[in-house]
T-cell receptor, first 111, second 111 residues
Framework: DAGITQSPRHKVTETGTPVTLRCHQT?????MYWYRQDPGHGLRLIHY???????DKGEVSDGYSVSRSKTEDFLLTLESATSSQTSVYFC??????????FGEGSRLTVL | GQNIDQPTEMTATEGAIVQINCTYQ??????LFWYQQHAGEAPTFLSY????GLEEKGRFSSFLSRSKGYSYLLLKELQMKDSASYLC????????????FGQGTELSVKP
């Protein structure tokens, strides 16, 4: 257990509304990541953070923003949700030997 | 860039051995990961190969050949609980945590 919790675990929203997903970790890991998982695409990196207020874009960052104001929390925001952002979102932290440990996932449906 | 290929689906019998292949085209990478993901759950770390050769861990073994751009995951003495998706991923040079995932192989274990 890497001490990662995601919230909410499930959310249904409408197109055009803002959505924020939260990732919380309890073990002071420096590196945190947001991935999305879709059938036919596998897991793809959205954004990542290498410290407080230090973030960078991943492979599929368009339409997403992130913030990390303290070590334990990494927030993913969809400013105006679209149906193409319906997905399962996983937060992850970087382990000591380079492996990723994933949270339980947040299933988002945009109608 | 990176391109990772895995079979989409495989079926095997309880008690048997199955080999899940992963081929990749990449300009360079630090290592190759295998993850297991049960339906509706988060991916969990199985193995990490940095050097060529076979890494054994209980019923699971993982092999890497950098010269051939090839890896496989070997599962022995299959159990019903091994029914899951198996994800191959590479981490590019100096890109720790920014894993590039294949689409995953859905393994079904039959009695």
């Amino acid at each position: 257990d890497a001490g990662i919790t995601q919230s909410p675990r499930h959310k249904v929203t409408e197109t055009g509304t803002p959505v924020t997903l939260r990732c919380h970790q309890t073990e002071n890991h420096r590196y945190m990541y947001w991935y999305r998982q879709d059938p036919g695409h596998g897991l793809r990196l959205i954004h990542y953070s290498y410290g407080v207020k230090d973030t960078d874009k991943g492979e599929v960052s368009d339409g997403y923003s992130v913030s990390r104001s303290k070590t334990e929390d990494f927030l993913l925001t969809l400013e105006s949700a679209t149906s193409s952002q319906t997905s399962v979102y996983f937060c992850a932290i970087l382990g000591p030997t380079g492996e990723l440990f994933f949270g339980e996932g947040s299933r988002l449906t945009v109608l | 860039g990176q391109n990772i290929d895995q079979p989409t689906e495989m079926t095997a019998t309880e008690g048997a051995i199955v080999q899940i292949n992963c081929t990749y085209q990449t300009s360079g990478f630090n290592g190759l990961f295998w993850y297991q993901q049960h339906a509706g759950e988060a991916p969990t770390f199985l193995s990490y190969n940095v050097l060529d050769g076979l890494e054994e861990k209980g019923r699971f073994s993982s092999f890497l050949s950098r010269s051939k751009g090839y890896s496989y995951l070997l599962l022995k003495e299959l159990q019903m609980k091994d029914s899951a998706s198996y994800l191959c991923a590479v981490v590019p040079y100096n890109q720790g945590g920014k894993l590039i995932f294949g689409q995953g192989t859905e393994l079904s274990v039959k009695p």
